[in-house]
Structures are given as structure tokens and as C-alpha cells.
């Protein structure tokens, strides 16, 4: 689920335009899926992405869908919708055919239905064969003016949603094994700490960590192994993952790359604290398609940890981020 203030950068002002922008609102080029996109007045506000259903599958798919999108299109308070398939006809028009009817009971005003077949679009609502004929128009997302504007912009449309979840999985190969025999290393000092100082040591010497891993990726320099290690064994304690969580504020585009390269380098077992970190701060830059890919790495790693559970629930619901602006904040509870 995405969040989008899209036009005070990028003008809209055709079904085309609407097209061209999705790839760059989602993070990826969509393929066998249903993209909702919602406005506020005239502003993109939100934008969701869901893979098409089965044939078979279609009505109960859509019994689920639907009431999950009037909440998000209701949390940000949308007054429109524009709906696109991508696919072939024969399995998008029966998920349109159904989805349509649903959003215009709940009193919601749908801009358009599109479909993306074959790099040509049609209208299931537009009649007029002047702007709308039969066979539909060719499209191709890559090449349009608002595409150049988006990246432009420095926004950045993957190939597909295959290539945003290799951007955050685990390192392999030789990086693998370097990185293991540093969390090896990384989980006999921590025993050490906890041994000698206790909870408090770890504390301290976990906001020491935050700290300079934050000071390294802000002056565009990459943290040695032994410092991922440290601090991916470190965050497993709660108190330390809330001084990072709370210094990830996804206002500065590095706070990104940290937490995108400890989710690549923790070992596996570890990767929930740092996965549910870049999630939070995708989340807070509107970058849904890769804070969910981040949340599905920290749910692999630890499927019982709270803190995913609690991002995901927000995504799924559509909750803007600034609604928890000052989430997490001192003295409450933490997940």
C-alpha cells in the first residue's frame, strides 16, 4: 500500500498519464495484477496492489478485496477511484465485472476501469470510439512524458515485483559465508557484554552503535562486516531496536540505505529488527510495494514478531503514516 501526494510533482491528466504513473507510485512494473488508485480531490493519495485472481476465484476473491479497499480508500479519504487490470481480457473483465458494482455501492466514485493488455489499454467506461475505440490504444509506460518526469523526479520503477524482492533479500556466496562468521564473532562479544555489564552495557553500547552505523551510510560510506554483525546481533534486544526505531524517522534517503543493507546482510535468523526498520521507513516515504517485500522478510525471519505484525496490519488497513508521526514515541509501550 502506498501513500502518494503525486501531483505537486507529476500532472495527470489522462488515462495514459495514469499508466505511466503507476509503475513510479508502486515502485515496479505491474504484471497479472489489480491496481487501485485513489484520490483525494485531485491528489493520488493512495495505491494498492493485488495479483489477479483465478477465474474460479473470482467472486469470493472479490468479496475479500473489495471491503479491505473501501476501508484504505476511507482511512485516507479518498472521493475517487481508478481501477486497472493488467492482463489478458478474459481475466481481468470478470474481476472488473464484480469489483465495479461493489466500490459504487459503498458511494465511492470510480474515475475509471482500465485494463493493460499486450502494451495497448482499454476503458471498460469510456464509449466514445474517438478517444476509446475497440481495439485500444498503444501504451508504453516506459517511454511517456510523465514516465520522464517521474524519473526526473528520482523515482524509480522496477522491472517487476520479482526485482524489488531481490533488493532486499539475503546476500549469498562468499558475502554470506563473511557475514556469517562475523555474526559468529558479533554473538560471543554480546555474551561477553551481557556477562560484564548487563542489560545496561548492552544498552549503551547499542546506542553507540545506531549511532556511528547512522554517521557511516549519511557520509555515503558502507559499514564493514563486523559492524553489520554487531549490530544485527544487538538489535535483537528491544530496547536497542526502539534507539534505532526511533532514529529512522525516513526523511533521509540513507536511513533507507542502512537498514536496506542490514536487511540484506543480517544473517537470516536476525534479519526481523532490521527488515521491520526498512519497512517502517519505506512506510514513512510512501514506498508501501517495498516496505510489504521488507515485511515479508522479517515475518520469514520471526513470523511471531510484533512489530511486523503491527506495520503490516497498518499497510493492509491503509493507514497514512502521518498519522503515527510521533510513532514510537518516549515512555510508551514498544512491540
Same mark, same amino acid.
Given at each position: ?25 508502486? !515502485? ?17 493519495? /493512495?495505491? +494498492? ?21 473501501? /476501508?484504505?480508500? !476511507? ?8 481501477? /486497472? ?20 455501492? &459503498? ?15 482499454? +476503458? ?5 470510439? *474517438? ?30 515485483? &520479482? ?7 539475503? /546476500? ?11 555474526? *559468529? ?45 554487531? %549490530?544485527?546481533?544487538? %538489535? ?37 529488527a532490521p527488515a521491520s526498520l526498512l519497512a517502517f521507513a519505506a512506510w514513512r516515504e510512501g514506498l508501501g510495494a517495498l516496505a510489504a517485500v521488507a515485511l515479508d522478510r522479517a515475518l520469514t525471519a520471526d513470523p511471531h514478531y510484533r512489530l511486523a505484525h503491527i506495520l503490516d496490519r497498518a499497510l493492509r488497513d491503509g493507514i497514512p503514516p502521518a498519522v503515527l508521526e510521533q510513532w514510537p514515541s518516549t515512555g510508551e509501550p514498544t512491540a
Amino acid at each position: 500500500m502506498n501513500h502518494h501526494d503525486l501531483p505537486a510533482r507529476l500532472s495527470l491528466a489522462s488515462p495514459a498519464d495514469v499508466l505511466a504513473a503507476v509503475p513510479y507510485l508502486l !515502485g515496479f512494473h505491474p504484471t497479472h495484477s489489480v491496481v487501485t488508485v485513489g484520490l483525494t480531490g485531485t491528489k493520488v493519495t /493512495v495505491v +494498492s496492489r493485488a495479483d489477479l485472481p483465478d477465474p474460479a476465484e473470482v467472486t469470493r476473491w472479490v468479496n475479500a478485496f473489495a471491503p479491505q479497499q473501501i /476501508v484504505v480508500l !476511507g482511512n485516507v479519504s479518498a472521493t475517487a477511484v481508478i481501477v /486497472v487490470g493488467y492482463g489478458a481480457a478474459p481475466i481481468v473483465t470478470p474481476v472488473v465485472d464484480v469489483l465495479r458494482p461493489r466500490l459504487l455501492a &459503498a458511494g465511492i466514485d470510480l474515475l475509471d476501469t482500465l485494463r493493460v493488455t499486450d502494451g495497448r489499454f482499454y +476503458s471498460y467506461q469510456c464509449r466514445d470510439p *474517438r478517444c476509446c475505440p475497440v481495439d485500444g490504444l498503444p501504451f508504453d509506460p516506459t517511454t511517456s512524458a510523465t514516465a520522464v518526469r517521474a524519473i526526473a523526479a528520482g523515482q524509480v520503477a522496477l522491472p517487476d515485483r &520479482a526485482a524489488l524482492v531481490a533488493s532486499v533479500a539475503a /546476500v549469498t556466496g562468499p558475502a554470506r559465508d563473511a557475514m556469517t562468521a562475523a555474526t *559468529r564473532r558479533a554473538r560471543q562479544r554480546l555474551t561477553a557484554v551481557q556477562a560484564a555489564g548487563g542489560r545496561a552495557a548492552v544498552i549503551r553500547l547499542g546506542r553507540a552503535a545506531v549511532e556511528d552505523t547512522f554517521d557511516r551510510y549519511r557520509d555515503e560510506h558502507v559499514a564493514a562486516d563486523d559492524e553489520v554483525a554487531w %549490530l544485527t546481533v544487538l %538489535l535483537t534486544h528491544i530496547a536497542v531496536r526502539d534507539i534505532a526505531w526511533e532514529a529512522t524517522t525516513g526523511t533521509q534517503p540513507w536511513h533507507m540505505a542502512v537498514w536496506t543493507d542490514l536487511t540484506r546482510r543480517a544473517d537470516p535468523s536476525l534479519a526481523a529488527a532490521p527488515a521491520s526498520l526498512l519497512a517502517f521507513a519505506a512506510w514513512r516515504e510512501g514506498l508501501g510495494a517495498l516496505a510489504a517485500v521488507a515485511l515479508d522478510r522479517a515475518l520469514t525471519a520471526d513470523p511471531h514478531y510484533r512489530l511486523a505484525h503491527i506495520l503490516d496490519r497498518a499497510l493492509r488497513d491503509g493507514i497514512p503514516p502521518a498519522v503515527l508521526e510521533q510513532w514510537p514515541s518516549t515512555g510508551e509501550p514498544t512491540a
